[in-house]
């Protein structure tokens, strides 16, 4: 099939309050182009130098998100214009990017990413530390980000059951700590599921879901 089709067969099963980040990453840009005049102008991309290069490239009302492990250092360069960062796993990032999205005079929202694997490859908060930040009073003074919600890549295993429970466990995460609210926190997207996945996900619970090689092919 081709990738407008791929891309159409996924939109159409989606339930209504489910988002797909096409996952961009290593794709050149006439396939980008390829599913934007399809319609679809959510692009999410894992590296920051890949993500500035493609922004700079394409039109101007795509929305870019990282999903990708972020360092301190690159924060500024994706600051002027980034939609939403999946993968926050520090209390020293999400200050980074509220200094950041200062200087743009804006408010960068943002996921915290959540540890669920059973793998060490894996970046991401535990349970409990993700708890500790919320309710850090650090996290309080914090006016140009915003937490809308929770990110969480489950094992690569071809057990059906194991990824089940990960998503189900921050599935119950997600419940317990909507139930915070303060001017910059406020869950309301759940990114979890990817093309092997992306179904149980949703079954799941997932509102947001990061399709790469089922829409674009294998990446190479
Ligand atoms: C690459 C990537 C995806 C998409 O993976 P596919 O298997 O190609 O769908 C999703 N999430 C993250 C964080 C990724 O890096």
Not at 17 to 34: D, F, G, N, S, Y
Not at 144 to 153: E, F, H, S, V
Not at 172 to 192: C, P, V
Request: aromatic share 8%; with cysteine.
């Amino acid at each position: 099939m081709s990738i407008k089709e791929n891309l159409l067969k996924i939109t159409t099963s989606l339930p209504p309050h489910v988002t797909l980040i096409a996952v961009t990453k290593t794709q050149p840009i006439e396939k980008l182009m390829v599913i934007y005049q399809a319609g679809h102008k959510i692009f999410g991309e894992n590296k920051v130098q890949e993500l500035v290069d493609k922004y700079e490239q394409l039109p101007k009302d795509i929305e870019w998100h990282l999903i990708g492990h972020l360092q301190t250092n690159k924060v500024k360069f994706i600051a002027p214009f980034v939609t939403l960062i999946h993968s926050v796993d520090s209390l020293k990032l999400l200050e980074e990017i509220d200094k950041q999205a200062e200087k743009n005079n804006r408010v960068i929202n943002c996921l915290l990413q959540i540890y669920i694997a059973d793998e060490d490859t894996k970046f991401g908060l535990s349970y409990a530390e993700a708890e500790e930040l919320m309710h850090s009073k650090a996290l309080s003074g914090l006016k140009n980000i915003k937490i809308t919600g929770l990110m969480g890549m489950a094992t690569n295993t071809g057990q059906k059951e194991q990824i089940a429970n990960e998503f189900r466990s921050l599935k119950q995460f997600y419940d317990k700590t909507r139930s915070i609210s303060a001017f910059n926190f406020e869950l309301n997207n759940l990114s979890m599921g990817m093309s092997s996945d992306y179904t149980l996900a949703i079954e799941n619970g997932s509102t947001m879901v990061r399709v790469g090689s089922s829409i674009f092919g294998e990446r190479s």
